[in-house]
Structures are given as structure tokens and as C-alpha cells.
T-cell receptor, first 116, second 116 residues
């Protein structure tokens, strides 16, 4: 079964510092991969998704993620953190063999804390 | 106005009580989902519906039932609530485009349920 592992339940950075949130997937074939963000008291919002067209995927709010098959990873990065980036981030995977349904399997989430 | 709304936003109930969580969407999507979020566990799929007459069990459907009253409405019921159903519940919607990768799931703001 597809699964994702997010290393670190909490990540703290200073404003202006690099943001790196880690996600590793387990799958025998490259899956579809997604990053979602959840701001306080809100639902999840799609940040970006891996489409297999390009290994470096750019998303909203300056975030990007790089798919590395050799490392089975899809880490999320942002060059310079902003206070408004404080939120919980979820990595998710979907089986590309499931042609009729985007069945998402979520990681456990990483809470990003940004200090002034 | 929000595209995906959930009512109530917060609910406290007692063990054994029947409770219904409601979800409405104005996006015109045909697919709707119910997820449960627990701390440290990410989101897990409870039920999903492709249209009014097509309802399917997800990963953790035991103890839950659903009703798709219309294309825009999808309700989740706990027939006899128990404390381990205390969680944050999310509704999501999507529509089939040309394949699962082209779908985007849009999430409601969530319902926080406490079962005493």
C-alpha cells in the first residue's frame, strides 16, 4: 500500500530563513504526490502536486518541491520564510494505477513555526 | 462566501448519542469525501461519493454512515457516538477532469467533535 512519512512533527525557523519540510514515500512505482497546507481553523489547501512532467514543482506562496526517485523523496522548500507561512503541512500520495479516483493517503503532518 | 461549508463547526455530545455532521458545496462538483483528522495521524478517509447514487466506504467507515441528499450535500452520521470518535472532521469535494492527477480536492473548514 502507498504511504508517506513526514520527518519531524514540528519545524521551527526564523523569519527569512530557509524552510525545508521532509516527505518520503513508499511505493514500487512513482506515485502522484501532493503537498497541502492547513492554516489555523481552516481546511486543507493544495500547495502543489507532482505530475511527472517535471521533477521540480512550483506551487503557491513561493513554495516548491523536488521529486527525487532515487531517494523516494518529495521535500517541500521555500527560500525565505514569512510569518504567514506558519501552518501545518501535509504530504499526500495517490496511486497512479487508480485511474478512476484520486484516493489520497496523507502523512502525519508537520507544523511549521516561524519566529520573528 | 465559502465554496465548501460544514455545520456545525464545533460540537460536544455524549456517548451513545446520534449526531449528524453536514457538508454543502457550491462548486458544482460531483465527488464528495469525508475525512477524519487525529493528532499525529494525518487525515483518513471515512466515506466517499462519486454521485448521489454512488457511495463507497473508505479506510475507516466502521461506526459511521453517510447520506448524499443531493449533489451539493453530503452528511456524515455517528449512530451511537463513542469517545474515540472525538476528532476533527473534514468534508472535501472534487470533480473528475481527465484523470486522478487532474483532480483537486477542496476542503471545508472542518467540524471539531468532542464525545464525552
Amino acid at each position: 500500500a502507498q504511504s508517506v512519512t513526514q520527518l519531524g512533527s514540528h519545524v521551527s525557523v526564523s523569519e527569512g530563513a530557509l524552510v525545508l519540510l521532509r516527505c518520503n514515500y513508499s511505493s514500487s512505482v512513482p506515485p502522484y504526490l501532493f503537498w497541502y497546507v492547513q492554516y489555523p481553523n481552516q481546511g486543507l489547501q493544495l500547495l502543489l502536486k507532482y505530475t511527472s512532467a517535471a521533477t521540480l514543482v512550483k506551487g503557491i506562496n513561493g513554495f516548491e518541491a523536488e521529486f527525487k526517485k532515487s531517494e523516494t523523496s518529495f521535500h517541500l522548500t521555500k527560500p525565505s520564510a514569512h510569518m504567514s507561512d506558519a501552518a501545518e503541512y501535509f504530504c499526500a500520495v495517490s496511486d497512479p494505477g487508480n485511474t478512476g479516483f484520486q484516493k489520497l493517503v496523507f502523512g502525519t503532518g508537520t507544523r511549521l513555526l516561524v519566529s520573528p | 462566501d465559502a465554496d465548501v461549508t460544514q455545520t456545525p463547526r464545533n460540537r460536544i455530545t455524549k456517548t451513545g448519542k446520534r449526531i449528524m455532521l453536514e457538508c454543502s458545496q457550491t462548486k458544482g462538483h460531483d465527488r464528495m469525501y469525508w475525512y477524519r483528522q487525529d493528532p499525529g495521524l494525518g487525515l483518513r478517509l471515512i466515506y466517499y461519493s462519486f454521485d448521489v447514487k454512488d457511495i463507497n466506504k473508505g479506510e475507516i467507515s466502521d461506526g459511521y454512515s453517510v447520506s448524499r441528499q443531493a449533489q451539493a450535500k453530503f452528511s456524515l452520521s455517528l449512530e451511537s457516538a463513542i469517545p474515540n470518535q472525538t476528532a476533527l472532521y473534514f468534508c472535501a469535494t472534487s470533480t473528475f477532469v481527465s484523470g486522478p492527477l487532474q483532480e483537486t480536492q477542496y476542503f471545508g473548514p472542518g467540524t471539531r467533535l468532542l464525545v464525552l
